[in-house]
């Protein structure tokens, strides 16, 4: 059997155990070999077929496994839901926001809003952010 063949099974093997851990580590292996099999086909020596295996396996568990491994870790973004997922958003003012009092729309609803910052008045068409949903008011800050 030519060389190259057994690099291609070798290859295929630590691919579907690759599936089966989900480890990151036997898929590169994996394509460690792939790339040897190309060299093997070139007609590339055995010994020179394990450094070009070496080569590469080092380089992929070396620069793109840590790579492959941060995001496979990465919790989700926690979705927010209900007027948590108002926080943040940007708003209009309707009518004059103060300290007290005033109206803003937030994606097509219109709410009560009052100046995060109590010694702000914001004028009606102005652009503010969300900071806090406390019960159905907004505390809001204009944008600068």
Not at 40 to 47: C, Q, S
């Given at each position: 059997?030519?060389?190259?063949?057994?690099?291609?099974?070798?290859?295929?093997?630590?691919?579907?155990?690759?599936?089966l851990t989900?480890?990151?580590?036997?898929?590169?292996?994996?394509?460690?070999?792939?790339?040897?099999?190309?060299?093997?086909?070139?007609?590339?020596?055995?010994?020179?077929?394990?450094?070009?295996?070496t080569?590469?396996?080092?380089?992929?568990l070396?620069?793109?496994?840590?790579?492959?491994?941060?995001?496979?870790?990465q919790p989700?973004?926690?979705?927010?839901?209900?007027?948590?997922?108002?926080?943040?958003?940007?708003?209009?003012?309707?009518?004059?926001?103060?300290?007290r009092?005033g109206?803003?729309?937030?994606?097509?609803?219109?709410?009560?809003?009052?100046?995060?910052?109590?010694?702000?008045?914001?004028?009606?068409?102005?652009?503010?952010?969300?900071?806090?949903?406390?019960?159905?008011?907004?505390?809001?800050?204009?944008?600068?």
């Amino acid at each position: 059997m030519d060389d190259w063949v057994i690099w291609l099974i070798l290859a295929v093997v630590l691919g579907a155990a690759e599936i089966l851990t989900m480890t990151a580590a036997l898929g590169l292996l994996g394509g460690a070999a792939v790339i040897t099999a190309i060299a093997a086909a070139l007609g590339l020596p055995v010994p020179f077929q394990l450094v070009v295996f070496t080569l590469a396996s080092a380089a992929g568990l070396m620069l793109v496994r840590p790579i492959v491994a941060r995001h496979l870790r990465q919790p989700p973004r926690a979705q927010r839901f209900g007027v948590e997922a108002l926080v943040g958003q940007t708003a209009y003012v309707v009518a004059e926001v103060t300290g007290r009092a005033g109206r803003v729309q937030i994606g097509g609803e219109e709410w009560s809003a009052r100046a995060y910052d109590e010694t702000l008045v914001i004028p009606e068409g102005a652009t503010v952010d969300v900071l806090k949903i406390e019960g159905a008011t907004a505390l809001v800050y204009p944008r600068e």
